[in-house]
T-cell receptor
Framework: GAGVSQSPSNKVTEKGKDVELRCDPI?????LYWYRQRLGQGLEFLIY????????KSGLPSDRFSAERTGESVSTLTIQRTQQEDSAVYLC?????????????FGPGTRLTVL | AQSVTQPDIHITVSEGASLELRCNYS??????LFWYVQSPGQGLQLLLK??????LVQGIKGFEAEFKRSQSSFNLRKPSVHWSDAAEYFC???????????FGTGTRLQVFP
């Protein structure tokens, strides 16, 4: 596709349920990032995938959060046993490797509401 | 550790007025610096970036930013604001040895006709 796509665009769930968010990066982009944006706040780094290297999970807030990426394609972010504080917009970005060469292109985000 | 501060949460300007959005960073060496814009219902779009060289960088939509090492700042400017510039603006800093960006909390720009 022409850009980064994310699905669903909106997700409402009940506290305690698991949710799965999907990101389709731009074809050829080896780097993929997940961010969380809480209302009125900046973007919070969650996890970074680069090619076949081990992902940088340093931003994941708890062990309820996990993410997978198969090769250089789709990534899924899973939140288990959701809590109300997980309500946020989850943004995905992809780029060519390296900040110097690769602008991060962002998807439109998934707005998660936990009731 | 890297950090970014955007001191202004909300700025209101009249259309045609000049604009400056402030960004201060904390990093031990020369960082990579970015400004992104997030329009309502849109994803984030890169306005401009600084890696090295000329400290005044030009971006899209008539924006520019100046890297001032002595002030640890990377302020965004536009000489004449258009109503379509109303959006949220984020400054970000990246370390040269990682591929991660640290974002500021954003400045919401409102433009009055």
């Amino acid at each position: 596709g022409a850009g980064v796509s994310q699905s669903p665009s909106n997700k409402v769930t009940e506290k305690g349920k698991d949710v799965e968010l999907r990101c389709d990066p731009i074809s050829g982009h080896t780097a993929l990032y997940w961010y969380r944006q809480r209302l009125g706040q900046g973007l919070e780094f969650l996890i970074y995938f680069q090619g076949n290297s081990a992902p940088d999970k340093s931003g994941l807030p708890s062990d309820r959060f996990s993410a997978e990426r198969t090769g250089e394609s789709v990534s899924t972010l899973t939140i288990q046993r959701t809590q109300q504080e997980d309500s946020a917009v989850y943004l995905c970005a992809s780029s060519l490797p390296g900040l110097a060469g690769g602008e991060q292109f962002f998807g439109p985000g998934t707005r998660l509401t936990v009731l | 550790a890297q950090s970014v501060t955007q001191p202004d949460i909300h700025i209101t300007v009249s259309e045609g007025a000049s604009l400056e959005l402030r960004c201060n960073y904390s990093y031990g060496a020369t960082p990579y610096l970015f400004w992104y814009v997030q329009s309502p219902g849109q994803g984030l779009q890169l306005l401009l970036k600084y890696f090295s060289g000329d400290t005044l960088v030009q971006g899209i939509k008539g924006f520019e930013a100046e890297f001032k090492r002595s002030q640890s700042s990377f302020n965004l400017r536009k000489p004449s604001v258009h109503w379509s510039d109303a959006a949220e603006y984020f400054c970000a800093v990246g370390a040269r040895d990682t591929d991660k960006l640290i974002f500021g909390t954003g400045t919401r720009l409102q433009v009055f006709p």
